[in-house]
T-cell receptor, first 115, second 113 residues
Framework: GAVVSQHPSRVICKSGTSVKIECRSLDFQATTMFWYRQFPKKSLMLMATSNEGSKATYEQGVEKDKFLINHASLTLSTLTVTSAHPEDSSFYIC???????????FGPGTRLTVL | GDSVTQMEGPVTLSEEAFLTINCTYTATGYPSLFWYVQYPGEGLQLLLKATKADDKGSNKGFEATYRKETTSFHLEKGSVQVSDSAVYFCALSRNQAGTALIFGKGTTLSVSS
């Protein structure tokens, strides 16, 4: 099946710093990628839809200035958590469909811990 | 709007027991349905899928049948193993470009030997 990678897998940072998470589709092109946040023992919360070559679409309640998304190429989307705070600590997961509207392939996730 | 409801967990079973995790959905049109599994410390993996009514998805001994009349996609396995311990997510896709999956809240399965 298709492969989606994320980097880094884990990151620990100090409060107030910014952290960039990369999501790559390794063997297919993805015009659309999705960013989710998963809280402990909770389901996945869709944060935003990343669109190649255009602005991301954010879900209600997600601060676009805090969670910056850039989809600069057909294989790479980045999520930058700006001025991170402890409440931003979470598991961030990206996904991409190989074809529009079909099953999505998920990255392994990035565990962010903000001290 | 579209939604997925799955049974709350945790589900605790002994090895070789029968497993059912219920999932029902609300959607307009004809969605595709999925079960994803998340093992401890890992990302989500597609377990099985069904794209139209009466389709049966199966993988690793797990099965689920797309029932349009009951808007359900229950996950079953005849004999669970300790290695099946994970969180299971039911999800639907509206089969439209640019739309994300809609997930249920997840069901934690713990299997003991």
């Amino acid at each position: 099946g298709a492969v989606v990678s994320q980097h880094p897998s884990r990151v620990i940072c100090k409060s107030g710093t910014s952290v960039k998470i990369e999501c790559r589709s390794l063997d297919f092109q993805a015009t659309t990628m999705f960013w989710y946040r998963q809280f402990p023992k909770k389901s996945l919360m869709l944060m935003a839809t990343s669109n190649e070559g255009s602005k991301a679409t954010y879900e209600q309640g997600v601060e676009k200035d805090k969670f910056l998304i850039n989809h600069a190429s057909l294989t790479l989307s980045t999520l930058t958590v700006t001025s991170a705070h402890p409440e931003d600590s979470s598991f961030y997961i990206c996904s991409a469909p190989r074809e529009a509207g079909t099953e999505q392939f998920f990255g392994p996730g990035t565990r962010l811990t903000v001290l | 709007g579209d939604s997925v409801t799955q049974m709350e967990g945790p589900v605790t079973l002994s090895e070789e027991a029968f497993l059912t995790i219920n999932c029902t959905y609300t959607a307009t049109g004809y969605p595709s349905l999925f079960w994803y599994v998340q093992y401890p410390g890992e990302g989500l993996q597609l377990l099985l899928k069904a794209t139209k009514a009466d389709d049966k998805g199966s993988n690793k001994g797990f099965e689920a049948t797309y029932r349009k009349e009951t808007t359900s996609f229950h996950l079953e396995k005849g004999s669970v193993q300790v290695s099946d311990s994970a969180v299971y997510f039911c999800a639907l896709s509206r089969n439209q470009a640019g739309t994300a999956l809609i997930f249920g809240k997840g069901t934690t399965l713990s299997v003991s030997s």
